[in-house]
């Protein structure tokens, strides 16, 4: 079965800190990939996504993600993160071709201490 | 427009309850969903819908009825609720059934079952 593993689940930084959250995929074929975010009493949001193109997609907030094939990865990074970053962050996949049935991780929690 | 709405937030019921969990969109859009969000295990999928009368199941449908009589509606029936139910529920909706659309979701429900 197809699974989406999220190394780290909690995550402590300082502001201005650098952010990479790993997130790796299994599955043979070609997936779409999405990071959302969850902020505290909130519901999920889209923070970007990858169809096809550039592996290194740019979304809200000034977080990108590269989509590394060959490892099955597509990490969520930001070079200075904000107190207003904390939230859940949760990677998905879906398999192209198929019904739009999202694949979860189990979510990162990060907290930025100002 | 709203987006997605899901009512009620909150919910407290006792074994062997029944209940309804309502989720409603004004957004025309043709893929509903529902999740469960557990700590350390991110949002599984429990049903779908493609389309008004058009229901299927996801990973973890046990426990759990739908029917989707019209395109905004999508309730979620627990027949007789058990602890292992508690948890957050979320719906979500995207314009088209196909894996390139982005989903929006509502604000949830958490749910507790004593």
């Known amino acids: 079965a197809q699974s989406v593993s999220q190394h780290n689940h909690h995550v402590i930084l300082s502001e201005a800190a650098s952010l990479e959250l790993g997130c790796n995929y299994s599955y043979g074929g070609t997936v779409n990939l999405f990071w959302y975010v969850q902020y505290p009493g909130q519901h999920l949001q889209l923070l970007l996504k990858?169809?096809?193109?550039?592996?290194l997609v740019k979304g809200i907030k000034g977080f990108e993600a590269e989509f590394i094939k060959s490892k099955f990865s597509f990490n969520l990074r930001k070079p200075s993160v904000q107190w207003s970053d904390t939230a859940e962050y949760f990677c998905?996949?879906?398999?192209?071709?198929?019904?739009?049935?999202?694949?979860f991780g189990a979510g990162t929690r990060l907290a930025v201490h100002p | 427009n709203a987006g997605v709405t899901q009512t009620p937030k909150f919910q407290v019921l006792k074994t062997g309850q029944s209940m309804t969990l309502q989720c409603a969109q004004d957004?025309?859009?043709?893929?509903m969903s529902w999740y469960r969000q557990d700590p350390g295990m991110g949002l599984r999928l429990i049903h779908y819908?493609?389309?008004?009368?058009?229901?299927d199941q996801g990973e973890v449908p046990n426990g759990y009825n739908v029917s989707r009589s019209t395109t905004e509606d999508f309730p979620l029936r627990l027949l007789s609720a058990a602890p292992s139910q508690t948890s957050v529920y979320f719906c979500a909706s995207s314009l088209s059934r196909t894996a390139y659309n982005e989903q929006f979701f509502g604000p949830g429900t958490r749910l507790t079952v004593l």
């Open positions: 957004m025309n859009h043709e893929y």
């Open positions: 990858y169809f096809s193109g550039d592996p």
């Open positions: 998905a996949v879906v398999l192209s071709g198929g019904y739009n049935k999202l694949i």
């Open positions: 819908s493609v389309g008004a009368g058009i229901t």
